[in-house]
């Protein structure tokens, strides 16, 4: 499988993750338990902008960036991947106390989902790094190549001898 394919499948998951673990949350209202963390009706905007921005923005933006070849695309998806990479860990940490047996399964594999893809990008970026000093490398000899072989072009030897 191609790192692409990979790291476009590893973003999805993470979106479904988010998906899966908000439904572990709600989960348990089906068998009457009362979910409410306020009772004044307010929700805290703030609080539901970074939740939506972590949980389908960052995984929208990071799928986009890995189908651009571009070296900006895939820094900035290998940000974005470490970025989810540090919140899943850090959630799960402040979370996983908890008396919602779903979320036993959910968070240890964000964890994981989140480190692979933290890696496969990381190591993305590194190849795509090698790729273009190869290709720069053997550009720059092709180049030297020639120039030695053209007569037109005299080296500094060849030059002060006709001097």
């Not at 995984?59 to 470490?82: D, M, Q, R, W, Y």
């Not at 399964?105 to 795509?128: Q, R």
Request: aromatic fraction near 8%; hydrophobic fraction near 50%.
């Amino acid at each position: 499988m191609k790192r692409n394919s990979k790291i476009l499948a590893l973003w999805l998951l993470t979106i479904g993750g988010f998906a899966s673990h908000s439904i572990a949350d709600l989960l348990p209202m089906f068998w009457g338990k009362d979910l409410r963390i306020a009772t004044d009706g307010n929700a805290d905007q703030g609080m539901i902008v970074m939740m939506m921005t972590l949980s389908f923005l960052l995984p929208a933006c990071g799928i986009l960036c890995t189908l651009s070849e571009k070296k900006f695309a895939k820094v900035t998806n290998a940000l974005l991947a470490a970025i989810i990479a540090l919140f899943n860990v850090a959630h799960a940490c402040m979370e996983l106390p908890s008396d919602n047996a779903g979320q036993y399964v959910v968070l240890p594999m964000m964890i994981v989902i989140g480190l692979l893809l933290a890696w496969h990008s990381a190591k993305d970026v590194k190849e795509n790094r090698k790729a273009h000093c190869n290709q720069w490398a053997s550009k720059s000899f092709l180049k030297r190549r020639e120039r030695d072989s053209n007569p037109r072009y005299l080296s500094v030897r060849q030059f002060s001898r006709l001097l």
